[in-house]
């Protein structure tokens, strides 16, 4: 398996407040990718990296910021949570980002915005 | 711009029968296209990928799939439906960046 881990893996919080959730990975691979997987949508991506300070806007943005400061390491922070952000998050990683590369998932962090 | 439509939200199979997956794609480039399995609670898996070489390609667990150019279509199929093919399927179409299908749920009735 890929050497990808997300933390926390289970987490309750409250309306506006602020939520981080944490991918890290051992692989070395230069793109990482932050998804929410919500029925009946498949996964949809929120945003991306292909390389360290470098990250780019997938198609359900709004509300979510990234960053990568080193490698093995993507965040995805919810500045101020909402009730519709309650979904499962997973992390993807793929070696260059080039065409034919597999992304490889982590096991996902479940989100609940109460 | 790149999409993915899995006909069949649901797909109930006796065990040992053929197991289809229906997936068409549109993409503005030769695309790329894949298909993951998701046991609950898990991340996702790749079962196997096209990337322009044969376009009947094999994969794990007993899986194919067939890229046909002129139907865009991507279709998975398994010959024998085993009881741990339960799981939901998604296919994925792009480059860097995928698209992912609403995803197919498989039962398999013993």
């Known amino acids: 398996d890929a050497g990808i881990t997300q933390s926390p893996r289970h987490k309750v919080t409250e309306t506006g407040t602020p939520v981080t959730l944490r991918c890290h990975q051992t692989e070395n691979h230069r793109y990482m990718y932050w998804y929410r997987q919500d029925p009946g949508h498949g996964l949809r991506l929120i945003h991306y990296?292909?390389?360290?300070?470098?990250?780019d806007k997938g198609e359900v943005s709004d509300g979510y910021s990234v960053s990568r400061s080193k490698t093995e390491d993507f965040l995805l922070t919810l500045e101020s949570a909402t009730s519709s952000q309650t979904s499962v998050y997973f992390c993807?990683?793929?070696?260059?980002?080039?065409?034919?590369?597999?992304?490889?998932f982590g096991d996902g962090t479940r989100l609940s915005i109460l | 711009a790149q999409s993915v439509t899995q006909l069949g939200s649901h797909v109930s199979v006796s065990e040992g029968a053929l197991v289809l997956l229906r997936c068409n794609y549109s993409?503005?480039?030769?695309?790329?296209l894949f298909w993951y399995v998701q046991y609950p609670n898990q991340g996702l898996q790749l079962l196997l990928k096209y990337t322009s070489a044969a376009t009947l390609v094999k994969g794990i667990n007993g899986f194919e799939a067939e890229f046909k150019k002129s139907e865009t279509s991507f279709h998975l199929t398994k010959p024998s439906a085993h009881m741990s093919d339960a799981a939901e399927y998604f296919c994925a179409v792009g480059y860097y960046k995928l698209s992912f299908g609403a995803g197919t749920t498989v039962t398999v009735r013993a």
């Open positions: 990296s292909y390389g360290v300070k470098d990250t």
């Open positions: 993409s503005s480039v030769p695309p790329y």
């Open positions: 993807a990683i793929s070696d260059q980002g080039e065409g034919g590369q597999p992304q490889h």
